[in-house]
C-alpha cells in the first residue's frame, strides 16, 4: 500500500496550521512590537539626556529621586527591578516592579522622565512566559517547531507543482 505524500502533506500542513493559530499569531504581533519597540514611545520610553559623561550621584540619590515620583510608587529597594546605568547618555533607567521607568540624571539627580515601559511585558508574551512556564515549554516551544515543519511542507508543497509541470515539458 503506497502512502500518498501529497494528500498527507496537505493534510499534515492544513492541521498543524489550524494548531499552531493562536501562540503564532501572539509571537508575530508581539515580535512586531519589539521590533518597533525604539521608535514606538508606547512600547518603550524614549532615552533622555543627562548632563554628565560620568555618574557623580550614589544609588541613594538615585533611590531618592525615584521615589520622588508618585506614580512609581517606590518606597525601598525592593521597589525597583532594575537600574540600568547609561553613562553614555548621563542617566540612570529605574525600572520599578509596576512597570514604571524612572530615567534619572547622573549627575543632578533630576526626573527626567517618568512612564510607563511595555517592553518587558511584551516580551514575557511574545516568549509565553507570561501565562505560566508550562506554556512557554509546552505550547509556545512545540508551535514554533510545527512552524519550522509548516515551513518545509509549504514550500514542498509549492514546488511540487512546478515540479511536475517540468517534469510533463520536459522532452523523454
Keep these: 500500500m503506497a502512502v ?8 499534515l500542513h492544513r492541521w498543524a496550521a489550524i494548531i499552531t493559530a493562536v501562540p503564532f499569531f501572539v509571537v508575530l504581533t508581539t515580535g512586531i512590537l519589539l521590533q ?14 543627562g548632563q ?5 550621584i550614589s544609588f541613594d540619590a538615585i533611590l531618592t529621586a525615584t521615589k520622588s ?6 518606597q525601598s529597594w525592593k521597589d525597583i527591578e532594575r537600574v ?6 548621563g542617566i540612570a533607567k529605574v525600572q520599578c516592579k509596576n512597570r ?18 511595555r517592553s518587558d511585558l511584551i516580551e514575557t508574551i511574545h516568549d509565553g512566559s507570561y501565562f505560566h512556564d508550562w506554556a512557554k515549554l509546552y505550547v509556545f516551544l512545540p508551535a514554533a517547531g510545527i512552524v519550522v515543519m509548516l515551513w518545509f511542507t509549504g514550500i514542498y508543497l509549492w ?6 509541470k517540468l517534469r510533463r515539458k520536459s522532452p523523454k
Design 159 to 164: 514546488i511540487l507543482p512546478i515540479a511536475v
Design 100 to 117: 514604571i521607568e524612572v530615567q534619572v540624571d547622573l549627575k543632578t539627580g533630576e526626573v527626567l522622565q517618568a512612564t510607563h515601559r
Design 52 to 56: 554628565a559623561k560620568e555618574p557623580s
Design 69 to 74: 515620583v508618585p506614580e512609581a510608587e517606590v
Design 36 to 49: 518597533l519597540k525604539k521608535e514606538l514611545d508606547w512600547v518603550q520610553p524614549p532615552t533622555q539626556k
Design 84 to 89: 540600568d546605568i547609561r553613562p553614555k547618555d
Design 4 to 11: 500518498n505524500i501529497r494528500f498527507w502533506g496537505r493534510k
